[in-house]
Each structure stands twice: as structure tokens, then as C-alpha cells.
């Protein structure tokens, strides 16, 4: 389960976040390109724009499920 307490400091303000635990697989990105991105320099995936759409959050959230590694948390600012 993703810590809000390791979050990135990269990943924009609410509920989605990815924390220090991702190994940088690329599955949150090709699930949900318009809310996951890189960051090259550090090697991992943070959120940078949060869902607008029940489209985007549907993918976020499989994004989440899909993360092997439990990396992408619901619980940041205005979540649950
Ligand atoms: S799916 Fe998880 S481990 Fe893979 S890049 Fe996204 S946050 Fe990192």
C-alpha cells in the first residue's frame, strides 16, 4: 500500500500519488497517459495532472490496482 508520507514531491496537488516505492515500469503511464508521467530525472512516475473526467479517474484507479508494486496511493488531499 502506497505511503502519503513518501509521496513524490513531484506529483500535482489531490488525491492520486505515486510514492518512493516505484521501480519506474511504465504500467500507470500506458494505462493512464494523461495523468502519469516521467520523471527522467529521477527515474520513476508521479502524477501531474489529477483526473477532471469519470474516465480518467476509472484509469487512475486501474492504474492503481495495476501497479505492481502498490506504489500509487487514492488517500492524497480530497481523497479517501
Ligand atoms: S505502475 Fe507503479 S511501479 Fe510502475 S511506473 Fe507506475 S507507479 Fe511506478
Known sequence: M?????RY?????????????CIDC????ETAPVNFTRSDDGGFSY???Q????????LCRQA???CP????GSNGEGGA
Not at 511504465?26 to 503511464?29: A, K, P, V, W, Y
Open 2 to 6: 502506497a505511503d502519503i508520507a513518501n
Open 9 to 21: 514531491v513531484e506529483n500535482g496537488a489531490g488525491k492520486y500519488y505515486v510514492d518512493n516505492q
Open 26 to 29: 511504465d504500467l500507470c503511464r
Open 47 to 49: 502524477v501531474f495532472k
Open 51 to 58: 483526473p477532471a473526467t469519470p474516465e480518467e479517474e476509472d
Open 64 to 66: 492503481m490496482e495495476g
Open 69 to 72: 508494486v502498490e506504489a500509487i
